[in-house]
Structure formats: C-alpha cells, structure tokens
C-alpha cells in the first residue's frame, strides 16, 4: 500500500467527550489488526491510512477532531460509513450526534449507489451469465476496486425504498420486509466513456440472484453499490486459486497482469475445464483445471505451492471454511498481509 497522506478532498467533525488517549488506543488496535500505515502517531494526532483514503484523530478542547480525506467523493462517503459503524461498536453515543463539515446531504442517495439500466443477458460457458448494464457516470470502476454489489428488492415489493443518506453521513439500508439483498459481484469489464459495464453470475440452485438473473430483459433498472473490495493485485509472480465464485475476479486479475508476469493459476469447478469459462492468461502463467470429482483441495495445493514460492502474490477465494485455513496457515508462516489476498466467496449451509 503506498502511503498517500495527502488527499484533494476532506471532512471534518468533532466528538465531544471523549479522551484522545483512549481513541489513539483503539485506532493502534485496528492499525495491527488490518496492516493500515500508521503516518502519524503523537501526543495530539494519529493518522492512519485505510484502503480508500486516511483517518485523522486529534486532541482539542473538550474532544476529537475527527478528519476523513480522499481522492473521490465516493470513497470519502465509504470511509465515513466504516469508521461510524466502528465508533458505533466503541462509542455508540457518539455517532448519531456527528456532522461532517462538507454540509448536509441527508435524505439523498449514497455516492456511491448508482442506477443502471440492463443491455443484454447472455450465456458464458455451461454455467454462467454476462449481465451488460449501462450508466451515467461509471467512470470510478477502475483496476484498484474491482468489486460492487448488486442491489435487490425483495420479490414482488412494490414500494421499494433505496439506501439513503442520514445527517450523520451513515448510509441507512431499509430493514425488515423490505431490506435489499446485496450480493458482491466482480466488475467482468468496463468502458467508462460509454458508461458500459459487464459481470458475470455463477447459476447454482438455490441462489436468489440466479433467479433474479435469469428473469432479467433489456432495459431493466437495477441498483448497484461500489466500487470496492479488492483491485488487481500489483505484482509479476502470482499464485491464484479459484472455484466458479471468484472465476470473473481471477479471469479479471490475469487478463491485468504484466506481460512478463510468471506463476500459476487453479481454477476448480464441477466439470473442470469443460465449464469453458473464458480464462486468458499470460505465457508464464500455467493454468490448470481441476473437477470436483477428482477430490482435490484448492487450500492443500496453495499452501504447498505457496510454500515453494514464498515471494509470490497469493491470490485464494473460494468457500469459507477452505479459506478460513489458509489464511490461518498463510499468517502463521509470517506471511504479510501486503502479499496476499485471501477472501471467502461463499459459505457452505449445513
């Protein structure tokens, strides 16, 4: 991650009560917990350095001064809604009294909540469906946050109500009968000058999206939150593992690698290579497929391998208990955060 400590845009709030000691504690705590820089640690301010942009507390007179800076208008709002969801597990009291000084937006949708409309639906391999939407402004997809989330209403509800902005800043998702489903999907390709994006749903049994998906027709409007998550990984050597889930998010990655790049890709899935989900690769990477019959485990083959290549990127997601231990295993040998991106797509029932 490199360290940006400057930022064009910034909000600013006072938290009136609290000890500045206490607060610098828990901003260390959540430091070592997530591998953020520290840029700045004294008496009277800490700076840390998040994913989207940085988080400044400072001692003032009766309380904190809390600062919030970015790049993009999006990604100060997504700052501001994690570190309220923190405050509000540390201090609860506190958060719904907050007002950022970039003026009131509450009543309005989130920033970063777009509207788009449906292009086309068309089959990719045996299990698989590209989605083309279209908006007005997607020019924030880009290769550093290449995830979002779809956003579903609850079948046959007629009065939908969309996320919207609260006058604490905090995003307020509806609850009940009609919260929205919001699943994390991986942006397959984007033209941010025609507003044309494209990501692809895994069809499984059971999956509500799958439904949705299927029932889907051009011209549609959906709703949809981002961009997030993880971004292409910035390395030559990488070791990638992958089954159907995260197969638009690994096929993303490699077609984004250095020419030059050298390593190893798995993909797992229910018919092997004969799902003929489209994988481009560079030369020096090898791809191999596997087929759940032959009863090979994504996590033994990444560990192994990650043992013989210690230096490489080690990109693995898949389902959750899988990726629960190879995390562990991965932090137990030392290995840095930095190196590695290692995510549950999903979680077994039962």
């Not at 290549?309 to 137990?332: G, I, M, N």
Request: net charge negative; proline share 6%; hydrophobic share 40%.
């Amino acid at each position: 991650m490199t360290i940006r400590p400057d930022f064009p845009l910034s909000a600013e709030t006072t938290l009136p009560g609290l000890a500045f000691a206490a607060m610098r504690m828990v901003m260390l705590h959540q430091a070592r917990d997530r591998d953020l820089p520290v840029i700045e640690d004294g008496d009277s301010r800490i700076t840390l350095q998040a994913k989207y942009g940085v988080y400044s507390f400072a001692r003032v007179d009766g309380g904190i001064q809390l600062t919030v800076s970015a790049e993009r208008t999006d990604w100060l709002h997504t700052l501001k809604d994690a570190l309220m969801e923190q405050l509000g597990q540390t201090v609860p009291d506190s958060v719904a009294a907050i007002r950022w000084s970039d003026g009131p937006s509450a009543g309005s949708l989130p920033p970063n909540f777009h509207f788009v409309t449906v292009q086309s639906v068309n089959p990719i391999g045996t299990a698989f469906l590209r989605v083309r939407i279209k908006g007005s402004d997607l020019s924030n997809f880009q290769n550093d946050a290449i995830h979002f989330r779809v956003v579903l209403p609850p079948k046959g509800l007629r009065d939908v109500e969309w996320p919207y902005v609260a006058e604490n800043g905090a995003t307020v998702w509806p609850k009940g009968d009609k919260a929205l489903h919001r699943p994390v999907y991986t942006t397959r390709w984007v033209d941010q000058e025609t507003g044309l994006m494209d990501f692809d749903v895994f069809i499984h049994e059971g999956g509500r999206i799958t439904e949705w998906v299927q029932d889907l027709q051009p011209g549609d409007k959906v709703g949809i939150v981002g961009p997030g998550g993880g971004g292409i990984p910035d390395t030559r050597n990488i070791l990638l593992y992958a089954d159907e889930t995260a197969f638009p998010a690994a096929a993303r990655i490699l077609e984004a690698l250095p020419d030059d790049a050298r390593g190893h890709a798995t993909f797992l899935a229910e018919e092997g290579a004969w799902c003929a989900y489209p994988i481009t690769a560079p030369q020096g990477v090898s791809v191999t497929w596997l087929s759940r019959q032959e009863g090979a485990s994504l996590g033994d083959l990444a560990l192994q391998a990650r043992g013989d290549l210690p230096d490489h990127f080690l990109w693995f997601a898949c389902e959750k208990s899988d990726v629960q231990r190879v995390r562990a295993a991965y932090k137990e040998a030392g290995g840095a955060a930095s190196n590695a991106y290692i995510a549950a797509y999903w979680t077994k029932m039962g």
